[in-house]
């Protein structure tokens, strides 16, 4: 048992031995059908319209369906009510954002989008499939970005999401994004929770520092 500490310390967890079962098979297979679901939708948008900015998400959450149904069961599974709600929002909600009508690509834009997929994509390379949707410890990664911060997915996806949002400037969009951030930084909260009761985590976040953004959080 991974002692409960922090903020969210008064939330149900319970944490055991974590061999693959139905239910994580579920998860594993719905996530990957709805990022293909969401990938079919940009990918004919794209055709229609020849966005770039819907390409691109195109190929990235097609990658995402590999790392779905191929992660492995963590060292520990985590079956809190609460963590398990937080990360099945935070996943789901972007696969909501729509084109925006009519609006052609900003090149500027599109390379923020591609910096911010590239970070996202670096760091799920780095972790070679210890992908995982709710918090649990799949093991401490240092290397590459995760020499700079600690969680350098999140850091893609708020780079990327605000590019195609910015891309795609429609209310419905902004209010989206503003609860996926919301969503993720309570993510990295239970994450930094779970993972804590590992020492060498621990001592992993005394020598890098920065969650998310490096100077910032």
């Not at 690509?105 to 599109?110: G, M, N, V």
């Not at 992908?131 to 996806?157: C, T």
């Not at 990295?188 to 520092?209: I, K, Q």
Request: with cysteine; charged share 10%; hydrophobic share 50%.
């Amino acid at each position: 048992m991974i002692p409960e500490t922090g903020p969210l310390a008064p939330q149900a967890q319970r944490l055991a031995p974590g061999p693959v079962n139905l239910r994580s098979l579920a998860c594993n297979l719905g996530l990957a059908a709805c990022y293909l679901l969401f990938s079919w939708g940009m990918l004919q948008d794209f055709m229609a319209t020849h966005r770039f900015s819907s390409l691109i998400l195109t190929v990235f959450e097609s990658l995402i369906v590999f790392y779905s149904l191929f992660r492995p069961a963590p060292k520990q599974a985590n079956t809190s009510l609460y963590d398990w709600s937080v990360a099945l929002a935070g996943t789901y909600i972007p696969l909501l954002l729509r084109p925006a009508p009519q609006v052609h690509d900003h090149p500027a834009i599109i390379a923020v989008q591609l910096v911010g997929m590239s970070i996202s994509l670096a760091a799920l390379f780095s972790l070679n499939k210890s992908f995982g949707l709710v918090a649990a410890n799949r093991g401490v990664k240092r290397g590459g970005l995760y020499g700079v911060v600690r969680h350098p997915i999140y850091a893609g996806y708020f780079i990327s999401f605000a590019a195609y949002v910015t891309q795609n400037p429609t209310g419905y969009n902004a209010a989206l994004y503003a609860v996926f951030v919301c969503l993720e930084l309570l993510r990295v909260a239970a994450e930094e929770r779970v993972l804590s009761g590992d020492p060498e985590y621990v001592s992993y976040a005394r020598s890098t520092r920065w969650r998310v953004v490096p100077f910032v959080y």
